[in-house]
């Protein structure tokens, strides 16, 4: 099982990023999927979620109107655009994998609990 995590990079306030995050060892359409993130000295935190079928989306107070999820389960794919860049956004961002077993729901409200793969991390710079 494989969360290959890739966008990252260093950026100025107000641009833009598209993280993504190849999944393979699983069947991915059986699958949840989310960003979190981790600044330095900080606890783990929920970005986006999307659910199995790309049908549903759910973003965290601080990204919504910024960022979108979105899901290609025919390449086995979630991105995230990242979209009016600020500082407060620099962190390490996961993807994960949550199945659908499990409720949809569950990929935020566990805080993380309920992911069953997450990815390596990409880091994330935004400079003011």
């Known amino acids: 099982v494989q969360l290959q995590a890739s966008g990252g990079g260093l950026v100025q306030a107000g641009g833009s990023l598209r993280l993504s995050c190849a999944a393979s060892g699983f069947t991915f359409s059986h699958y949840h999927m989310g960003w979190f993130r981790q600044a330095p000295g900080k606890e783990r935190e929920f970005v986006a979620a999307i659910s199995w079928s790309g049908v549903s989306t759910y973003y965290a107070d601080s990204v919504k109107g910024r960022f979108t999820i979105s899901r290609d389960n025919a390449k086995n794919t979630v991105y995230l655009q990242m979209n009016s860049l600020k500082p407060e956004d620099t962190a390490v961002y996961y993807c994960a ?32």
């Open 97 to 128: 994998a949550v199945n659908t077993a499990k409720s949809y729901g569950s990929v935020w409200f566990s805080a993380g609990r309920n992911v069953d793969y997450w990815g390596q991390g990409t880091q994330v710079t935004v400079s003011s």
